[in-house]
Every structure is written in structure tokens, then in C-alpha cells.
């Protein structure tokens, strides 16, 4: 039988639970929160970042400054007005209750595995305490890769020896990572809102 993204996932003997970020536990948009004075700042970091700087960033090539320098000049402000406001949107998260409660449960082990940057590591994980919800954090910028599947690989080899891809379920917001999770043999849940969360995979969850 075909499967699609939507599927929900079989009832466990899946023992790991692999966590997305963005969009999956929390609003993905701290970045684009303007300062009072500067609100082409959402604008600016859409068109520098979004659409330009954002794979070499996510990946590693590029730093917290590189970025914050490349905003500042399309900008009235200088790069350290620039990192400083990137610093306080790091700490201005909007979790998503229905997840983040499930995570905060931990009703399993779990990792969380990030397409991220730098920032994410140096402000997001100690602000939102992320390191006590989660056994492992695997970020693209540390790993130096842009693949999902290949963050949920490496958290699987972090996390013990013995685990294969069909011990861990993968929640996550995109279509592409669900299905190239399955196709290696994992279990995966596309979360696409809250409501079919908390109907379909909570319940999973908790047993």
C-alpha cells in the first residue's frame, strides 16, 4: 500500500522520538521580529538571509557576525546593533503548546535534530533550557550538512549503540524530510497543525 506524508506513523516499537524545531515545536520566525525604530529590519532579513545567506549560515560556512554585518548594511545601524537584536530575538520564542507539551513529557528518549546556525546553539538551547527536555541536540551547523536524514543518523549513533532508523519516529514540518526518513526504513509524523497532533500522534505518544 502507498503511503503518504500524512500517514500516521504505526503504534510504537519505535522507543526513540527525533524532534524537528522549526515550525514543529516553536514559531520559526524569531528572526523576522523588528526593533521599534527599525521595522525594515523584517524586510531586510527576509531578502539578505532568508533568500540569500541562509544555507552557508545553516550549514556552518558563515557565522552569527558574518550575518548580522551583511543585515547591518542594508541598514541605519552597525553590525553590533545587529547581533545584539539577533541575541534578543533568540529569546523571544512562541512554542507551540500542543507539541512542546508532548516533548516536555518526555514520555521516550528523545534528540532534538535542527537545520539551525550558530545562533540557535549559543542563545535558543540555553535560553529555552533545551538541554533539559532533550537527551542530544543535533544541529546542521555543527554537523556541516544540510540533510535531515543524515542529523537523524548521526543522533541514532549518539544515542547508543544497536539503534536502527526503524527504532526512531521523526516529527517534523516538511513534506521532503518525512518521506526521506521513511524511505531509509524510520518512522516519521508530518506535523502540519496542532489539531491533528494532539488527535493522531499524542495519543501514540503517551503509551
Known amino acids: ?21 522549526g515550525d514543529t515545536l516553536v514559531d520559526e520566525r524569531w528572526m523576522l ?16 538571509v532568508n533568500r540569500d545567506l541562509a544555507p552557508a549560515w545553516y550549514r556552518g560556512d558563515l557565522r552569527e557576525r558574518d550575518v548580522a554585518a551583511a543585515v547591518a548594511e542594508r541598514l541605519p545601524m552597525t553590525t553590533d546593533d545587529a547581533v545584539a537584536h539577533m541575541r534578543r530575538c533568540c529569546t523571544q520564542l512562541r512554542f507551540l503548546d500542543a507539541p512542546w507539551a508532548a516533548a516536555r513529557r518526555r514520555d521516550r528518549r528523545q534528540a532534538l535534530v535542527t537545520i539551525n546556525p550558530d545562533s540557535f546553539s549559543r542563545h535558543v538551547v540555553p535560553h529555552a533550557r533545551l538541554h533539559d ?4 541536540i543535533v544541529t546542521s551547523w555543527e554537523e556541516r550538512t544540510l540533510d535531515k536524514t543524515v542529523l537523524c543518523e548521526r543522533a541514532l549513533q549518539r544515542l547508543g549503540p544497536g539503534l536502527e532508523t526503524a527504532d526512531a519516529l521523526l516529527v517534523d514540518n516538511r513534506v521532503e524530510h518525512v518521506d526521506s526518513w521513511r524511505s531509509r526504513g524510520g518512522h516519521a509524523f508530518l506535523f502540519d497543525g496542532e489539531t491533528r497532533f494532539e488527535a493522531e500522534l499524542a495519543p501514540l505518544l503517551r503509551r
Open 133 to 136: 527536555t532533550f537527551e542530544l
Open 1 to 21: 500500500m502507498t503511503t503518504t506524508a500524512r500517514d500516521t506513523p504505526p503504534p510504537p516499537p519505535w522507543s526513540i522520538v527525533l524532534w524537528d524545531f
Open 33 to 48: 521580529q523588528a526593533p521599534p525604530a527599525l521595522p525594515r529590519w523584517t524586510e531586510v532579513w527576509d531578502a539578505v
